[in-house]
């Protein structure tokens, strides 16, 4: 089939800077790409890159598209380069297929609390709102401080309560022993990315302290591409996998081969705008594992607030993430 084609950068100021460990990330930068088809409906996706988690750049997405002209054969759709991952995954949702069935009415969300003592102010009113689980950063600031800061947190947040540690890959093996001792007991659901990916004996280390641990521990940046979460499954992994759907360029036939092996899976914004965010969502929609709740706790996310996807609740329905208008967003990104 032919599309016609074309595509619109985009560069988004966040509400506020995220905070990440390499320093302050002010602006969202992406594009949409838009098809039409013969018979004249429209389908537009989002490459929402984030280099620093092994994608494409924005650059190298919009070279791409500049490449193909205004029209979109099946010859550049299969040519598309492996590693413009969120580019692929975008010209997957735009020229679309079968939608996939929601298999959930609606899903739980998992509220994001800023790093330090910050999130003892932040917790209780999302529990009064009704959030249950917590996503808190750890690894940010000493060991004992933190652990000390989690059970202030639990002591404040009512019973039933139950927290993601995400280190970001900050510890040694000696802090993460630490740490994972001081879980079991206390209502972790997960720590996530303990030590960093890349390192030497990096996999060994995860998988060790996976079966020494009673904690499940959860994969983020380990596997950043599609190869690692292969390799992980054929591990025998029955910890986590965070799964960033806007960042896998195959997405269906890796969500494919977790649901085969029953894997655990957590599905996670990469901070990307409505188009992507409800590409993303219907998949978790669809998702026939275990439902566990989402981390797509992060709306309202820029100061255009047109962008966002549905403001962060303890529970996000299927109708929320239907009502997202990506024409609009096409037009909006003009
Ligand atoms: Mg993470």
Redesign the pocket.
């Known amino acids: 089939m032919e599309f016609r084609f074309s595509f619109r950068r985009y560069s988004l100021a966040f509400r506020q800077p995220v905070r990440t460990s390499r320093g302050q990330w002010p602006l969202r930068e992406g594009l949409y790409v838009r098809v039409e088809r013969p018979d004249g409906t429209v389908g537009i996706g989002e490459a929402a890159p984030v280099p620093a988690f092994g994608s494409e750049t924005v650059a190298e997405a919009e070279a791409w598209c500049r490449s193909v002209g205004d029209r979109l054969g099946d010859e550049a759709l299969s040519g598309v380069p492996r590693n413009l991952r969120s580019l692929r995954n975008a010209l997957a949702f735009a020229v679309g297929g079968a939608a996939d069935l929601p298999r959930h009415a609606s899903l739980g969300v998992a509220a994001l609390l800023p790093a330090g003592r910050a999130a003892l102010a932040d917790a209780p009113p999302r529990a009064d709102a009704g959030f249950r689980v917590f996503k808190w950063k750890v690894g940010v600031g000493a060991a004992d401080d933190e652990m000390a800061l989690l059970d202030d947190l639990i002591g404040a947040l009512p019973a039933g309560s139950r927290f993601r540690l995400?280190a970001?890959g900050a510890w040694d093996r000696r802090t993460a022993e630490k740490w994972l001792d001081r879980a079991s007991g206390r209502p972790v659901e997960f720590v996530?990315?303990p030590v960093a990916p890349g390192s030497k004996g990096a996999d060994d280390c995860l998988a060790g302290l996976a079966a020494d641990y009673p904690t499940p521990i959860?994969l983020?940046?380990s596997i950043a591409d599609e190869e690692a979460v292969g390799r992980w499954l054929d591990r025998g992994w029955r910890g986590y996998f965070?799964v960033k759907p806007a960042l896998v360029g195959e997405v269906r036939a890796v969500l494919g081969r977790l649901a085969k092996a029953h894997a655990r899976v957590v599905f996670?914004s990469a901070l990307e705008t409505g188009v992507g965010a409800q590409a993303a969502l219907r998949l978790a929609f669809a998702w026939p594992g275990k439902a566990v709740s989402l981390?797509f706790g992060v709306w309202p996310l820029f100061s255009d607030a047109r962008f966002d996807g549905p403001a962060a609740a303890p529970f996000l329905r299927m109708e929320d993430v239907n009502r997202i208008n990506p024409e609009a967003l096409w037009s909006a990104a003009s």
């Open positions: 995400d970001n996530e990315q959860a983020d940046e965070v996670s981390g």
